[in-house]
């Protein structure tokens, strides 16, 4: 594996979260404008499944990245855990809405009606909080990532990529609360223009590579003999005179 696959992919990742932020922040507004007149609503509606498909590819950088170094847990761990999280979470705001509705448009609550919707609602919050969870997990596995292995990446693009993730998961967790759903993209849109940081990648200077320094000795001027140049015997450092044989030494 070469720095340069393993940047390739985390700048195409990069490069997917940033139209994926510019995706959400339309859809939310749609999500605004959804309240006034209905092509808001459906604006959003579009917005989601063009970020769903693009999540999609996201995934595939990931896996291709975490398997470069060496099945990386956190980044193999993402796909499942988000997509199966965001599964269950679209299904249970479906409950929880149509509970809703039903409980809110009906003229007249019958036993029967009270018991079908409230039981939505919550079989809905249940799935909500379920899906959230999973989603938690896996940008929490994604910010441990950036953070356990941020010599891997310039430290400026490392600690914006870290914060990227933990923004998206503070999102999820006020997705739990469901009310707070709205602060929560919010959020998710800074962490996602966070994570895109990423795209710089290949404009950034090379991570230098770690190399063992080798002592340099002391310049020697004049190093002396240590045996005498007559006899051979061992003489102590700085003496003038042979030991054995009584020779001067030069």
Known sequence: MSNADLYREFEDFGNKMKTIAILTLIGLIGTLVGTIIVI???ISFVMSIIIIVFFLLVIGDLKKAGRMLDNNKDLLGFPLKFILGTIIRVIGLGFFNIGLFILLSIGIITVLIL???I????IGIGLIIGGSVLRLLAWGGLKNFFEYNA?????DIANESKNGAKFCKIGAILDITIILGFIADILRIVGYFKLASLKRLTEAPAQPMSQP??????????QSLNYCPHCGSDVSMGARFCPSCGAEID
Do not use: H, N, Y
């Open 213 to 222: 320094e080798i002592p340099m000795s002391a310049p020697v001027e004049g």
């Open 115 to 117: 018991s079908i919707s």
């Open 119 to 122: 039981s939505l609602i919550l």
């Open 151 to 155: 010599q891997l990446f310039p430290i």
């Open 40 to 42: 808001g609503t459906l």
